[in-house]
Nanobody, 117 residues
Framework: QVQFVESGGGLVQPGGSLNLSCAPS????????MGWYRQVPGKQREWVAT???????TYTDFVKGRFTISRDNAKNTQFLEMSNLKPEDTAMYYC???????????WGEGIQVTVSS
């Protein structure tokens, strides 16, 4: 089971920016996929973005152009850079990692992001 150290998040005004970070217990390069989901109370967890082992980065439509996945390999940390935040981005954001195709995801404990004036 992968362990994560997550940080970032908090309260930001609409139009503002936040960065989330996620450091897994294994090397970033050892994972087939690593990314983020989010969830609001009463709703299903929804996929946000993924970095695949071939270097491809994919994003759900509602964050394209606003969110970016980046990495600092020296710190073994992946980031979700969020800009132009909207109130509907308010959610608990979960870092996840999958070691191989077909494996189950390992999950972080979650980081709260609140976008409000």
């Amino acid at each position: 089971q992968v362990q994560f150290v997550e940080s970032g998040g908090g309260l930001v005004q609409p139009g503002g920016s936040l960065n989330l970070s996620c450091a897994p217990s294994g090397m970033l390069s050892s994972f087939y996929a690593m990314g983020w989901y989010r969830q609001v109370p009463g709703k299903q967890r929804e996929w946000v973005a993924t970095w695949y082992s071939d270097g491809e980065r994919t994003y759900t439509d509602f964050v394209k152009g606003r969110f970016t996945i980046s990495r600092d390999n020296a710190k073994n940390t992946q980031f979700l850079e969020m800009s132009n935040l909207k109130p509907e981005d308010t959610a608990m954001y979960y870092c996840y990692a999958r070691r191989a195709i077909g494996d189950e995801n390992s999950w972080g404990e979650g980081i709260q992001v609140t976008v409000s004036s």
